[in-house]
């Protein structure tokens, strides 16, 4: 958040330097916003608070044909518009949203892993069908008891991998959903009618996998992903292989991020440890503007 406000008002001095009064008063404005979210968060998150869950269901955010295809301009399949939280379903429906997702696989810190998330939930059957492989975007909100409430955070998107239901003691039928984000998509053999000019930098590899398991490419990998390490074509690997070669490279391991894209994660690249006073809601207490080390 820190970083976002340095960086906004930077360009909004910038753009009034240049005389474009209109987009530096625009910054201005996205600034203020933003302070003022962060003043709520923390005033909920320093009181009793609760976890809304809300899921959207289907919409796979592409343009299909009647079969479920999807449709392509030039090869790119196209995005069309998707639903937020408000449209999806809450705690009226809701009975119960779980997401478990790790870094590395097992319980020892290992690099090159492509590591898929899992989500889990419970909730009364709707009046339409739910199908399989059914887009499933997870959010949560934190409310406080004066009905004060933060953004939507996104929680990961997922696709349903088996959908049973159930009857209760009371006839009531409820679902229960299991879900996986992306990286299930890895597990096929790389693009037959690839573009690219072998050995292929990382990067660009990493961009036409992401095209063929129907996702984005995080600004965050793109930012780490420098190096422009040559990779060979190995028609034997699929597209999880790949990822999880280049991940080695970065002493890392490809996830998907709470937004359902594919992020890269290095081990050189997790905050330290610290040791640091903070007070219930996590943030640092300090004494003459200093952190206090305990």
Known sequence: MEALSDRLKTLAVRYKALGNDKIAEDYKVILRMLEHEATVDRKILSGIHTKEPRVTIGDTGFLVDKRGNGITFGGTRILVGSSGADAGFGMNILASVETTGAIFDGDEPTVGN???????IKMLKPSGNIEGM????????LVNDGGEHSEWLPQGVFYADSIDQDADDDDVQWLTIHGYDAILFAEQDYPANSKLTWPANDIDVVREIAQGMGVTVDPRTVEIMRNAYPVQYNPEYTCREYLGYIAAMYAGCFITSESGELLLVCFWNIPEETRYLIDKAGYAITFGGDRIVV
């Open 114 to 120: 492509v590591v898929s998330r899992e989500c889990d």
């Open 134 to 141: 059914s887009r499933l975007a997870v959010y949560v909100r």
